[in-house]
């Protein structure tokens, strides 16, 4: 089942934060964040591991709490390139490599 | 060049006739993947494939064929369009092992059936 994200979409000033959220139905091994830009494919950004291992961007943080299957990623002190949908994807074990990913949050940072 | 290339980057086709997205990727990741995205659906997950000649079902498989002979080669089938597959298709790689690895994305293709 598809995790869900939220908001579906969010409108920032630069320099302002956010919090995107995900969360899954069922029980998770690890979450991965992806930004897509308008028209370019999705690129990687962070992978959150159970146990709490993170391997990913400098500039952006994500946490991932297991006992609810939730993850958020924050973008902190937002800039411009920061626009873009993003997306979480769920792993429910380590086989396959395979991902559910939500339906995205579309950001938009304004000058 | 080194990469996931996908071809053809756009595609017009007419319902009923067949079409193959082509998808080429340089490292020799294990795992391909390939995904369709809609409005409102996120990316949905076709088929993907674990090595050579090792391919399974996604989350929306109905419609589409692949093969992979080759490890470095993963194309997609519609054997006969409709216009419910108009998407834009992307195809990804990963490594394989301990794991889990990040997953690469091509540019994509818009295919477009009429």
């Known amino acids: 089942q598809q995790p869900v994200q939220s908001p579906q979409a969010v409108i920032l000033r630069e320099g302002e934060d956010a919090v995107i959220n995900c969360s899954s139905s069922k029980a998770l091994y690890s979450v991965h964040w992806y930004r897509q830009k308008h028209g370019e494919a999705p690129v990687f950004l962070m992978i959150?591991?159970?146990?709490?291992e993170q391997k990913g961007h400098e500039k952006i943080s994500a946490s991932f709490n297991e006992k609810k299957q939730q993850s958020s990623l924050y973008l902190t002190a937002s800039q411009l390139s920061y626009s873009g949908t993003y997306f979480c994807?769920?792993?429910?074990?380590?086989?396959?490599?395979?991902?559910?990913f939500g339906g995205g949050t579309r950001l938009m940072v304004k000058p | 060049d080194a990469g996931i290339t996908q071809s053809p980057r756009y595609k017009i086709t007419e319902t009923g006739r067949q079409v193959t997205l082509m998808c080429h990727q340089t490292w020799s990741h294990s795992y391909m993947f390939w995904y369709r995205q809609d409005l409102g659906h996120g990316l949905r997950l076709i088929y993907y494939?674990?090595?050579?000649?090792?391919?399974d079902k996604g989350e929306v498989p109905d419609g589409y064929v692949v093969s992979r002979s080759k490890t470095e080669n993963f194309p997609l089938t519609l054997e006969s369009a409709t216009r419910s597959q108009t998407s834009v298709y992307f195809c990804a790689s990963s490594e394989r092992g301990s794991g889990p690895y990040e997953q690469y994305f091509g540019p994509g293709t818009r295919l477009t059936v009429t």
């Open positions: 959150l591991l159970k146990g709490g």
């Open positions: 994807g769920t792993m429910n074990n380590n086989a396959g490599n395979m991902l559910t």
């Open positions: 494939s674990a090595a050579a000649d090792i391919t």
